[in-house]
């Protein structure tokens, strides 16, 4: 079994940068993908990134150039650098690891950009 906490979320205004962290324990690979996913309130979770196995990273357009993901397979961990925030932006946040069938989800953590 695997568990994935997310930490970092809060407040920010507009044009303010956070980081995201979701550390798992349990056995995570680093054969896993390691991705963020986002839910604003009324709408469905959407993927933001995600990264492979291998490093090759996928971005959803609407944070292209603004977020970076990261891990380290070492620390279990991975990262989501989001600098140049905006108030669409603002949703909870959820990691995610995948291997196959092996799907995990972390609790959420809020974001919320706002003046």
């Known amino acids: 079994q695997v568990q994935l906490v997310e930490s970092g979320g809060g407040l920010v205004q507009p044009g303010g940068s956070l980081r995201l962290s979701c550390a798992a324990s349990?056995?995570?690979?680093?054969?896993?993908?390691m991705g963020w996913y986002r839910q604003a309130l009324g709408e469905q979770r959407e993927l933001v990134c995600d990264?492979?196995?291998?490093?090759?990273?996928n971005y959803a357009d609407s944070v292209k150039g603004r977020f970076t993901i990261s891990r380290d397979n070492a620390k279990n961990t991975f990262y989501l650098q989001m600098n140049s925030l905006k108030p669409e932006d603002t949703a909870v946040y959820y990691c995610n690891v995948r291997y196959g069938l092996l799907n995990y989800w972390g609790q959420g953590t809020q974001v919320t950009v706002s003046s």
């Open positions: 990264i492979s196995s291998g490093g090759s990273t």
């Open positions: 349990g056995r995570v690979f680093s054969i896993y993908t």
